[in-house]
């Protein structure tokens, strides 16, 4: 087999896009090879798929054009299905997606932020609308291979940095960090723990700023003792607050960077004796089931997820007709939600 487009220079962005045979014939392969991997098909060798890739990246790829009206399926990736996190988003895309006469197909990725092999060409074999991709993102590869067939992706809370070339939904994640930490300093709290997610998240980045924030405009020093990285689950607020309660200064409040670890907080208060708020004050972050009905209904910053979902869903559908986005980067905001897990310190 030869590949010809191997040793072509390569040509200026002002060519048109490549038709399959003639992606075919510059490959060195047959059109039924080149129909393979266009369409996701997984029985193509790593090193043909990787060669006809290069030519599409390269010269690009003129699909077809579909028949007149919307597209079928609007393709939602999770990076996890647990908790009610997920479900706020389904919610959101899925009413866009019926709005519109379209279905929406979800993709799970273990807990993974970014999909593992064989994905995309799942994708590209279903080749729906758009894809949108919650607290996750597709690597630059899978990036590039939807996007040379057309089919555009939005993220959702990305996890990356704030400057990434995608289109994007996210909360106001400093500003809530800030107005939770306010919060509690007006109520006369100085010792504020901040349980935080994972430092390579964008989002727990954020909050942890915006905790940080307050308390240098309070004047306070902030206290790296009272600092705990934790991952959003239970488990993480728990052992974290564990630990923080056996200092020989405990704090007085704790900030958990998402209403998962807030639970763990209060399951940590309970087993050591303190009550919440008496003894000690808790603010979460999202607002999910059941934080209203904690005993006692916990103090949230609420993140709106379902709008963001269906921004994001909107914002998918826009790039599938070719209409330009008003802007790229779409960030909603938060609110403290006042309840009954924060109340003054004990003098």
């Not at 904690?294 to 869903?313: G, I, K, S």
């Amino acid at each position: 087999m030869t590949a010809p487009d191997r040793a072509a220079p390569v040509e200026t962005a002002v060519n048109e896009p490549l038709t399959i045979a003639q992606i075919a014939e510059r490959a060195g392969v047959s059109l039924a090879t080149v129909s393979k991997v266009v369409n996701g098909r997984a029985d193509v060798s790593a090193e043909t798929r990787s060669l006809v890739e290069s030519v599409i990246r390269r010269h690009g790829y003129r699909r077809r054009k579909r028949p007149a009206g919307p597209a079928p399926l609007l393709e939602l990736v999770l990076h996890a299905v647990e908790g009610p996190y997920p479900v706020e988003v389904f919610r959101g895309v899925q009413r866009v997606a019926r709005e519109h006469g379209l279905a929406v197909v979800l993709s799970e990725l273990e807990g993974h932020h970014t999909p593992g092999r064989g994905w995309v060409e799942d994708v590209l074999a279903r080749r729906p609308t758009g894809v949108i991709s919650v607290f996750s993102s597709p690597s630059d590869d899978q990036g590039d291979r939807l996007r040379s067939r057309g089919i555009p992706f939005v993220l959702v809370d990305p996890t990356g940095e704030p400057a990434h070339a995608c289109p994007s939904v996210g909360a106001s994640n400093w500003n809530g960090g800030l107005s939770a930490v306010r919060h509690l300093l007006e109520l006369g709290h100085h010792r504020i723990a901040v349980i935080t997610g994972p430092e390579h998240i964008l989002s727990s980045r954020a909050r942890l700023d915006g905790y940080r924030a307050g308390l240098e405009m309070a004047g306070l020093a902030v206290d790296p003792e009272l600092i705990r990285v934790g991952d959003f689950h239970i488990e993480s607020g728990l052992r974290h607050t564990r630990d923080l309660l056996r200092l020989p200064d405990p704090p007085t409040a704790v900030f958990a960077c998402n209403d998962g670890q807030a639970l763990g907080v209060y399951l940590a208060a309970a087993e050591a004796g303190v009550r919440i708020p008496q003894d000690l004050s808790v603010v979460g972050f999202d607002d999910l089931f059941p934080s209203a009905w904690t005993p006692p209904p916990l103090t949230t910053v609420r993140q709106p997820l379902a709008e963001m979902a269906a921004t994001a869903a909107t914002m998918v559908l826009a790039l599938s007709r070719e209409e330009p986005l008003p802007q790229r980067r779409v960030e909603m905001a938060t609110e403290l939600v006042v309840r009954g897990s924060t109340a003054p310190p004990r003098s």
